[in-house]
């Protein structure tokens, strides 16, 4: 059914694809292969409203189910000051095809201004994690007039009244704010980018505005490039110039659909939901023909020709993915000595360190899946396969369910098209650490490089001096902290996912609350581990602990174990560990550092553990660890 | 009044349309349905409703149109009327 689905989604009839989803008969549990029918059909850019209205109807009779494991839950209020019923499913669905399950209040039309201004109105009492501002060009229009030439002062009015209108969000709601730009207007203005004496064209006063909006941009206000969205969607032709009139529709169908995927991947990137790696086949995806056959020159890839072009293209597509801490991986059936084509063909615009992991050779392809997993220390559910081949595709779908995926061809064309308008990779903001993840996984290559020369890993741990830091929560970690609390599954003790106003709160109350850096002899891997500790009376509770899984296997774990210990300083420590569908991997963890089960214990919730380490352990000898610690 | 002549196939779609827009998979039209008995079809879904037939049957309807559509068969006449 998969294969069937695939063909139809990629090269035939959408509605068929549509249709073979639909007539699968209801059965509990969701077999997961309809989950992976659903997202994919859900991601496909461009089509008609109704389409997208009948996935969501599909997805409805399902339960809503979630799309991709641990599902982040969200309230997500939208104000706007035109109609917008529409965006509310939308987001809904295109949301939950990035594992956010997001729940969605519409206030009600025009009504900007009185919801935000009034703290007891009812958008701040259902308490929204995030906040989605969305104007119309008539917003401006009520400050800046419908002249055709606009007064700088007149412009620095309606500048003011956003300023007031974010501090009133930001007083009543710890909610992260999404303000979009505004695209041109919907019919043409003659004045354009005129500018004399204090006055301007509306298109110069749309510019300055949205570049004033981009300045004022931080501390949970994100700008989302809506202008952007529109162009994507066709431009002016996306603007409400027929629905306007009759429903006060600010776009039409087309651009309410690129705006509302647009607010849909802002909210899933706050939330760490993000695709982190993009996963491509070689032969006919990245070049054209088969380099085994054609040798490393014969394959096409160059200025040298349409197909030629397209194909250098989508590669240099790819390579400025990784700025944006996108990692590459790669993935062909071949003999693994093609891979010198990247050091001989000098017109390929990627190259053997672009990517983070290769795998070439002849097993499933599904297995080199799971060894890039392995290399690249997340999950298949945060990746993009690309291949032109179905089959592949839907062999990697079998086995990995939560992958995403991209048919590339039949030309070279298509391929960059469709990498393009699948928005799979679309930041909204950069952290420091997001720019670091492409180093620090080619610098984990050269890591187990490097191992294999070890034949004790004691020896091996040794060599590589590494050394952790630990720093309290403070302004400059609080975002990567943030992140990691949204995004760690597997090494996370207790999965509360802590925002920035929860580690202020449980600071004021008391708490101590760590970040931990990481160095070692290839390099700094920046902030890896977080934990929060309580102290209570006789006791110093853990309440939170998680880790990047990327530093396993190195003591870390018993090295910051050790960090706690000095801070309890002789009072017993008590640990929680709540299992979830993904924190299997220490399940063991406290009983490996000499934490006993207590006798009596007061867990409400059967699955939850607790463990302490007491006064009798405290006379046991700490865990072993090779890693040098400071705190600054 | 111009005759209903909308053919099988035509029909099909459009009852796929409101059957989708108001998730009701079994929705039979018949002529002398109106707004009022099939539920969620407020003035914003008629609006809706209206765009989308125009986006899958490539036309478009005038203001006067859409404000005067009293029953799906007024409605198939008109759509007729802009197919042939």
Redesign the interface.
């Known amino acids: 059914m998969l294969n069937k689905f695939l063909s139809e989604l990629f090269t035939g009839e959408f509605n068929n694809a549509l249709s073979i989803l639909d007539n699968i008969k209801l059965e509990s549990p969701i077999p997961s292969e309809v989950l992976t029918m659903l997202r994919l059909a859900i991601f496909k850019p461009g089509q008609?409203?109704?389409y997208y209205?009948?996935i969501f109807?599909t997805w409805?009779k399902w339960g809503q189910p979630a799309l991709k494991p641990s599902p982040t839950n969200l309230k997500v209020l939208f104000l706007s000051d035109f109609?917008a019923?529409?965006f509310s499913p939308m987001i809904q669905l295109f949301c939950a095809a990035q594992g956010v399950k997001a729940e969605v209040h519409l206030p009600g039309f025009d009504s900007i201004e009185q919801t935000i201004l009034d703290p007891s109105s009812s958008m701040y009492k259902h308490k929204p994690n995030i906040i989605i501002v969305l104007f119309s060009e008539y917003w401006l229009q009520k400050y800046i007039g419908n002249s055709s030439l606009v007064k700088q002062a007149d412009l620095e009015e309606a500048q003011n009244a956003l300023s007031t209108l974010i501090s009133s969000m930001r007083s009543n709601s710890s909610a992260d704010i999404l303000i979009g730009n505004l695209p041109g207007r919907t019919f043409a203005s003659p004045s354009g980018i005129v500018s004399m004496n204090k006055m301007m064209g509306w298109n110069l006063a749309i510019n300055r505005f949205n570049l004033w909006l981009e300045n004022i941009a931080g501390d949970r206000l994100y700008i989302i490039d809506i202008a952007e969205a529109i162009f994507s969607a066709g431009g002016r032709k996306s603007m409400g110039n027929?629905?306007f009139?009759?429903?006060r529709?600010a776009f039409?169908?087309s651009g309410i659909l690129s705006v509302a995927r647009e607010f849909a991947s802002a909210v899933c990137h706050l939330s760490g939901k993000t695709h982190r790696a993009l996963v491509t086949d070689f032969d006919n995806t990245i070049w054209g023909g088969e380099v085994a056959e054609l040798g490393s020159f014969g394959v096409e890839c160059s200025h040298e020709s349409p197909e030629a072009l397209g194909f250098l293209m989508s590669q240099e597509y790819m390579k400025n993915l990784r700025p944006l801490g996108v990692l590459l991986a790669g993935v062909s059936r071949n003999d693994p000595k093609i891979k010198k084509i990247f050091t001989e063909n000098k017109e390929l615009a990627l190259d053997l360190d672009d990517f983070a992991s290769l795998q070439l050779g002849w097993l499933p392809k599904s297995d080199y899946i799971s060894q890039i997993s392995n290399d690249l220390g997340f999950g298949s559910d945060f990746m993009v396969y690309m291949d032109d081949s179905l089959f592949e595709i839907a062999q990697i779908l079998s086995v990995h369910p939560y992958m995403d995926a991209i048919l590339a061809g039949p030309d070279s064309q298509s391929t960059i098209t469709r990498l393009a308008s699948y928005r799979f990779f679309n930041s909204i903001s950069i952290s420091s650490e997001d720019l670091k993840r492409g180093s620090r996984a080619l610098k984990l290559k050269e890591q187990r490089n490097f191992k294999t020369s070890f034949s004790k890993i004691e020896d091996f741990l040794e060599a590589i001096q590494i050394r952790l830091s630990f720093v309290k929560f403070n302004s400059e970690n609080s975002k990567r902290l943030v992140q990691l609390f949204q995004k760690t599954n597997q090494f996370n003790l207790t999965t509360r996912r802590h925002r920035e106003e929860d580690l202020k709160n449980l600071e004021d109350n008391g708490a101590e609350i760590y970040s931990v850096s990481y160095e070692d002899t290839f390099g700094s891997q920046g902030i890896i581990s977080a934990f929060v500790l309580i102290p209570e009376a006789d006791t110093l509770l853990i309440e939170s602990w998680l880790m990047s899984c990327r530093v396993l296997n190195r003591t870390v774990e018993q090295a910051v174990f050790s960090f706690i210990l000095k801070k309890a300083n002789g009072k017993q420590i008590m640990g929680e560990y709540i299992p979830t569908e993904k924190n299997g991997l220490i399940k063991s963890l406290y009983e490996t550092l000499g934490f006993n089960r207590p006798v009596m214990t007061l867990e409400q919730n059967s699955n939850e553990e607790q463990w302490v380490y007491s006064d009798a352990n405290l006379k046991k000898s700490p865990p072993k660890h090779y890693v040098s610690i400071s705190e600054l | 009044m111009i005759e209903n002549k909308l053919d099988p196939d035509q029909l099909d779609k459009l009852s796929n349309i409101l059957r989708v827009l108001f998730n009701l998979p079994d929705l039979e039209l018949n002529d002398n349905l109106t707004a009022k008995d099939v539920p969620g079809w407020d003035s914003f879904n008629h609006v809706n409703l209206i765009i989308n037939i125009e986006e899958e049957f490539n036309v478009r309807f005038s203001n006067d149109e859409v404000g005067g559509m009293q029953n799906v068969g007024n409605l198939k006449s008109l759509l007729a009327s802009k197919i042939s």
Do not use: S, V
Request: cysteine-free.
């Open positions: 008609n409203f109704l209205q009948k109807n409805k109609t019923d529409h027929l629905n009139f009759r429903a529709l039409e169908i």
